[in-house]
């Protein structure tokens, strides 16, 4: 069979990094991105303006110089902080500024304006009858948005969170660079020491296809789920 | 320029014109790698997707799967099987071959090229299976053979469809490219990696790229939004 010369454990530990990292920051997007809609819909200019900033700050620059900056600017920046603690309130305050978090905080922020979109997008599909026939029962503002809003948004925003997942899977890659020990990084250690190159990341790159392809199933049943009892068209 | 501008510049030690002339580099760099990896791209990417619609599923099986396997995986683990594959392929160093391989610039390339290829072909081949049916009955209707249906009237009336979403695909292809830096590339993000370890200041150097990289993609932004009103002007409403 397969010889991964000693390197399958590390190479599975590395896989649930990937895996721990896409859920972990898939959580953090999904939440920026039902905020960040929330803010882009809303009638305070302030709350429009700093999301539409957001969003297209996010758009213009790539990931990994958005993971660079914010891997070795985190330290400076943590260190900065204790500094001044220490220097104002005689704490003394530290903590190490890991590649997991930097990883996890930027590919967060980077899908969450993604799916600000996506589930901007989805609000507005939702009929305002819908809204309507809400305020008319005498929900609140808050109720409204969580017990219509949101369950009609889902299956318009269904295909774009899954779009979405489907790059964000791929671009937790991007996390080996910054020096943390997920699959990528084993298989190039791997790949170097032995000088294999194809040997090792063959079979990663299949582990990514089998991510992709797997979620792809899991997101179609569920869009049949969402949208059961609604009429297809064609 | 205003003062406090004025006298920040004059105090920094870090944007001389040594690093400006690095970045600059840097993004020629950068916008060769990307220009040309579109360019190869597109070109392959015209006759994939009409194969890929092919009924035959000996022609449009092989295009599938790789278009499959290059949307499945990271760009960067193909661009790590390419980089360090190609020097492994046995024999190769004796061809002319390794002399063009040997600079990480050209695996880059080929990486680039054929992961844009593939997300092109499936947005080519989306906008061709849209085309209304009506029009290809009256082209038929008109005796056009399969070529000249194609040549005038599927392929222009794909592209136009297509204009949006391909100028989000060179987006993509414009911020995947930062992963050039990984092989020793010195496009932008590795101007800026040499510089941050240089001085120890990654604010400056990493901030100052990602307006780099913003000015690059709002022209593109800019440039795809006056191509796609040229071509789909006959869809504005009369007089605006």
């Not at chain 1, 996390?175 to 250690?189: C, F, H, K, W």
């Not at chain 1, 979620?215 to 049949?224: A, G, H, N, P």
């Not at chain 2, 970045?23 to 190869?40: A, D, E, K, P, R």
């Amino acid at each position: 069979m397969f010889d991964l010369k000693g390197y399958g454990p590390e190479l599975l530990s590395g896989a649930v990094v990937t895996i721990e990292l896409a859920f972990l920051s898939l959580a953090l997007a999904l939440a920026l991105g039902l905020i960040g809609a929330a803010a882009k819909l809303s009638n305070s200019r302030v709350a429009v303006g700093i999301a539409t900033t957001y969003t297209t700050l996010i758009r213009g620059v790539p990931d990994l110089v958005m993971m660079l900056l914010f891997y070795y600017g985190g330290q400076v920046g943590v260190n900065m902080i204790s500094d001044y603690i220490w220097a104002t309130y005689e704490v003394d305050f530290f903590f190490q500024f890991d590649p997991f978090i930097a990883g996890t905080v930027t590919i967060g922020l980077i899908f969450g304006a993604y799916m600000t979109e996506t589930f901007r997008g989805a609000f507005l599909a939702v009929e305002t009858g819908q809204v309507e026939a809400a305020r008319a029962y005498g929900f609140s503002q808050w109720h409204t948005f969580r017990r219509v809003m949101i369950p009609q948004m889902m299956r318009h925003a269904l295909p774009g969170i899954g779009n979405n997942w489907q790059v964000l899977l791929k671009t937790t890659a991007l996390v080996s660079i910054i020096g943390l020990t997920d699959m990528v990084r084993v298989a190039e250690e791997a790949a170097k020491a032995e000088r294999m190159p194809f040997h090792f990341f063959i079979p990663v790159a299949f582990v990514y296809l089998a991510l992709t392809a797997g979620s792809e199933l899991f997101i179609k049943w569920l869009d049949k789920r969402a949208n059961a009892g609604v009429i297809q068209e064609n | 320029m205003p003062d406090f501008l004025a006298a920040w510049l004059d105090k920094n030690d870090i944007f001389t014109a040594m690093t400006i002339l690095e970045y600059w580099n840097g993004m020629v760099t950068t916008v060769q790698l990307v220009f040309l990896s579109l360019i190869i791209g597109l070109m392959f990417a015209v006759p994939l997707a009409i194969l890929r619609t092919v009924k035959n599923p000996f022609i449009s099986g092989p295009v599938w799967f790789y278009t499959y396997l290059f949307r499945g995986t990271p760009l960067l683990i193909q661009l790590y099987i390419i980089y360090y594959g190609v020097a492994q392929i046995p024999g190769i160093q004796e061809t002319f071959w390794w002399a063009i391989f040997r600079e990480p610039f050209y695996p880059a390339l080929l990486a680039f090229a054929l992961n844009t290829c593939a997300y092109t072909t499936e947005i080519i081949r989306g906008a061709i299976v849209s085309t209304p049916h009506g029009e290809i009955e009256a082209a038929k209707a008109y005796g056009m053979s399969w070529f000249m249906r194609m040549r005038r009237l599927v392929l222009p009336s794909a592209a136009r469809r297509a204009v949006q979403a391909y100028s989000n695909e060179v987006i993509f292809m414009l911020h995947s490219s930062a992963i050039a830096s990984v092989v020793t590339i010195v496009d932008l993000t590795g101007a800026a990696r040499n510089i941050y370890s240089r001085f120890y200041a990654p604010f400056d150097a990493f901030i100052f790229v990602a307006f780099c990289y913003m000015a690059l993609t709002f022209t593109m932004v800019f440039v795809f939004r006056k191509l796609e009103n040229h071509l789909l002007r006959h869809q504005r409403p009369v007089g605006s």
